[in-house]
């Protein structure tokens, strides 16, 4: 008995022990028979939920197993379901679901059941247990978000990104680049070929080369990846990328990955291009402009100049330098013509102080020592607020300019003088007049003094008297003659060997503003490559010239078609030019070139008889013809130098 | 020099020139006188002698041809031109207005001197001729009517009677007109008769084959 009360009461205490047990660990436990009623509920599930276990009663239609209030009710179904199943065919019941708790808010709770069995393997009741996992769910809800996170991010991330074994095999390429390449790790495995290259062939064929080195390099070194490359793109362009990678080590500094990153640069490289391209041909325009280019401080000091002016100078920019010299002083010391130099370094100074643009002319020396005309101007260069950063320099070799300029000049002075023979020539019947006055003069006082010294007695007196005047006379004449041959001083030049191109040319720009303020036009034709002919120019532009005038004249009454024609060709051994007007014409062809025969008001007729007399002085012949279909025509022909004729 | 029978003009707006011909006239033993101008000679008192003009062609106030034709319209005494340049049309013109000679300066001694003599004994001569017409004007002046309108008939060479039949008189009457106008014309004969008639214009007014008739 005492051993029986002994044994009951040591069952009553290890009873109490599991109740203990029961009512103080971590989570609810529970029991429930094989239909799914609850035996048992421990007290801190009541506490929890805020109710007595009759409340979680099965109610026939509304709550199958009484505990539709507490669970959450899109949980509801799911468990609901399992726990039919359980009951049915005695599988573990295991389920995650929420339960609202006294004051309505829902927790996560595993729930799990097994049921225990009698001898005959009847489900006699079902034991489990409800632990609180709401701590639990939300780390893994927050880890699911990071992951998902930083997955998007991988993903969405303006770049490629990708990972490499140690051995350079490609393991990832996030999205964006499985788009760019529309490729993936997973389908990039073919027979024969690893995905390393086959990755290596999206490479622009003029990259691949330098791209597999560098990758290589990196992956035998361990050095960081960085190279510029073109990848084909899905659609089969290729666009310009940058691609980085870096190497993750293991604890033990092994090399565990390579991770990469890979930006498209194509639009940024595309415009660089552009740009370099723009630069360089702004260079080239500068370099190769056909002008002299040099820019300077704000304070005047050459900073660049372009090729041309380099070549010009014979010197680059930095060759002049002297310690304490400013270079703009040392340029122009030796550059510019010691006449010139002065005026231009006022002007410098003038500009440099005042912002002035520059512009002058004056000789600058060559490389060759020869000075040449050129023309500077210069501006300056001012940023957004107004002051000045440089000096832009330009410089033309005007040279031939200020020749031509200077030989047109000369033309003129030689026009002017040859319109004035031409004019002299017509009054050479005046100048005959002032030189034969004193002459006649002479002549009859000679005579008068042999008269007197012949008489008898000879009249001594009379006959110095006449002698006094013969020598005042005779000094009277030689002035006459020499101011004469001043006037003609210029036909003296020697005849020169030269085509009649020039002289035409001439011929034409003279008479070119007159042409043009009587309203006609001058067609000149004149064939290439004409011979070699010997001839005074001054007089054969008298010819021209006059011949050009008369033409003029003959259309003064014409109103319109008013045409001088001068046409040259070669006709065997002669350059024959032709003159041709739309006048009236001339009814007395061979009358016109007799002295003192003129259809003109204000002529005296002696412009076509020296024509023809200097045009036959030069071996050729001058005569004049019908023009159809009206006016006359003018032609002369003149020898070609024997040397050429051949 | 002795007084002069003869006077030597020379125009010419040159002063050299005036100098120099005055003094080789002069050393010819001529007299000269010298204007600067047409104006100057045309106004000038000329005295009654015989005379020549050594004329300038191109003078300031007036070309030299124009003034010869000015002057061929009075009793213009010879003219000899001197020109700077000789061109042919004006010493045509010159010389068919009956210039002496047309000189191109400078010209010689030799030329002037001839030029001026000849003008000088034209002038001479004209001079004698228009004294000598003078003269048979004012015989011809005394003629009575009758005796005016037989000398054209016995100039032209018509036999007496023929003459008087042409004038409806007597054979006899027309011999004592024609008596009387050999008289007062002072004609030795009758061809000095014809010359004086030729003279004085009277034309022979009927050839003696159309009397004949």
């Known amino acids: ?646 | 020099m002795k007084t002069s029978d003869h006077i030597v003009f020379i125009v010419d707006d040159d002063a050299r020139i005036r100098e120099a011909v005055s003094e080789l006239l002069q050393s010819h033993g001529m007299c000269a006188i010298a204007y600067g101008s047409a104006g100057e000679y045309v106004r000038a008192a000329k005295p009654n002698l015989p005379t020549t003009i050594i004329l300038d062609i191109e003078l300031p106030d007036i070309n030299g041809l124009d003034l010869q034709k000015q002057m061929a319209e009075g009793e213009s005494p010879p003219i000899v031109f001197i020109t700077g340049h000789g061109d042919i049309p004006s010493s045509v013109r010159a010389i068919k207005h009956g210039a002496v000679d047309f000189l191109t300066k400078p010209f010689s001694d030799d030329d002037l001197m001839r030029a001026v003599r000849t003008g000088l004994t034209q002038d001479r001569r004209a001079r004698l001729e228009r004294v000598e017409l003078a003269g048979l004007r004012e015989r011809y002046e005394t003629l009575t009517p009758r005796e005016r309108d037989v000398l054209p008939l016995v100039v032209s060479g018509l036999l007496n009677k023929q003459a008087a039949a042409e004038l409806g008189i007597s054979e006899v009457t027309l011999q004592i007109h024609r008596r009387n106008v050999m008289q007062k014309m002072a004609a030795a004969s009758l061809a000095d008769l014809v010359r004086k008639a030729e003279r004085l214009h009277i034309p022979a007014t009927h050839s003696r084959r159309a009397g004949e008739k």
């Open chain 1, 1 to 646: 008995m005492t051993i029986v009360s002994k044994s009951v009461s040591e069952a009553d205490a290890s009873l109490t022990r599991a109740l203990k047990i029961f009512e103080n660990m971590p989570g609810f436990a529970w029991s429930a028979d094989p239909v799914g009623k609850f035996t048992y509920i421990s007290p801190n599930a009541l506490a929890y939920l805020g109710t007595v276990q009759q409340d979680l009663d099965p109610l026939a239609d509304e709550d199958e197993f009484g505990w539709r209030r507490v669970v959450h009710p899109d949980d509801y179904d799911r468990i609901a379901a399992r726990w039919r199943h359980c009951l049915q065919t005695g599988d573990r019941y295991d389920t995650e679901h929420r339960l609202r708790r006294a004051d309505g808010v829902y927790r996560w709770f595993r729930n799990s059941g097994q049921p225990a069995r009698d001898a005959e393997g009847r489900i006699v009741e079902w034991y489990g247990t409800t632990i609180d996992i709401e701590e639990q769910k939300r780390a893994e809800a927050t880890l699911r978000d990071r992951e998902r996170e930083l997955s998007q991010l991988v993903d969405m991330v303006p770049s490629h990104l990708w990972r490499l074994t140690p051995d350079g095999q490609p393991t990832f390429f996030n999205r964006r680049m499985t788009d760019f390449l529309g490729l993936d790790v997973a389908n990039m495995d073919r027979p024969g070929i690893s995905r390393l290259e086959a990755m290596i062939e999206a490479v622009h064929p003029d990259d691949a080369l330098e791209f597999r080195h560098a990758l290589n390099h990196c992956l035998a070194t361990g050095k960081s990846f960085a190279l510029r490359y073109r990848l084909r793109r899905a659609d089969g362009v290729y666009r310009w990328m940058s691609s980085r990678a870096e190497p993750m080590r293991d604890h033990h500094g092994r090399i565990a990955q390579w991770y990469g990153l890979c930006h498209d640069i194509d639009n940024h490289v595309k415009a660089e291009e552009a740009l370099r391209e723009r630069e360089r041909s702004l260079w080239q325009l500068v370099e190769t402009l056909p002008a002299m280019i040099d820019c300077a401080t704000p304070d005047g000091e050459p900073i660049y100049r372009s090729q041309q002016l380099r070549e010009f100078l014979g010197y680059n920019l930095e060759d002049l330098d002297e310690a304490g010299k400013p270079r703009l002083a040392a340029t122009l010391d030796a550059g510019v013509h010691p006449d010139d130099l002065a005026a231009v370094k006022e002007k410098y100074a003038h500009s440099l102080a005042t912002g002035e643009p520059y512009a002058r002319k004056h000789r600058l020396r060559r490389f060759d020592g020869e000075y040449r005309w050129v023309e500077t101007r210069a501006a300056a260069m001012r940023n957004t607020e107004g002051a000045i950063v440089q000096w832009n320099v330009i410089c033309l070799d005007i040279d031939g300019e200020v020749r031509a300029q200077e030989e047109l000049r000369l033309a003129q002075d030689r026009l002017a003088r040859a319109s004035q023979a031409a004019s002299l020539a017509e009054l050479s019947a005046s100048i005959a007049h002032e030189v034969n006055q004193p002459l006649a003069a002479i002549v009859a006082n000679s005579h008068a003094c042999h008269r007197w010294l012949s008489a008898e007695p000879p009249n001594v007196e009379r006959a110095k008297i006449t002698s006094e005047r013969i020598v005042r006379d005779a000094n009277s004449a030689a002035d006459v003659i020499s101011r004469v041959r001043a006037l003609f001083r210029q036909s003296l030049e020697p005849r020169k060997t030269t085509t009649l191109q020039s002289a035409i040319a001439e011929a034409r720009n003279l008479m070119a503003e007159e042409a043009s303020r009587r309203r006609i036009r001058m067609d000149v034709d004149v064939e290439s490559n004409l011979p070699l002919i010997a001839f005074d120019r001054v007089q054969l532009q008298q010819v021209l010239i006059n011949l050009i005038r008369n033409g003029m004249d003959a259309m003064d009454c014409a109103t319109r078609d008013k045409i001088i024609g001068m046409r040259v060709r070669r006709t065997g051994a002669v350059v024959r030019t032709e003159i041709s007007d739309r006048g009236q014409g001339i009814h007395l062809p061979e009358k016109i070139f007799e002295p003192f025969f003129t259809t003109k008001e204000h002529g005296l007729g002696m412009g076509l008889a020296i024509c023809r007399s200097i045009v036959e002085s030069h071996g050729g012949r001058l005569w004049a013809e019908k023009n159809e279909p009206k006016g006359a025509i003018f032609i002369f022909t003149l020898p070609v130098e024997p040397e050429t004729a051949s």
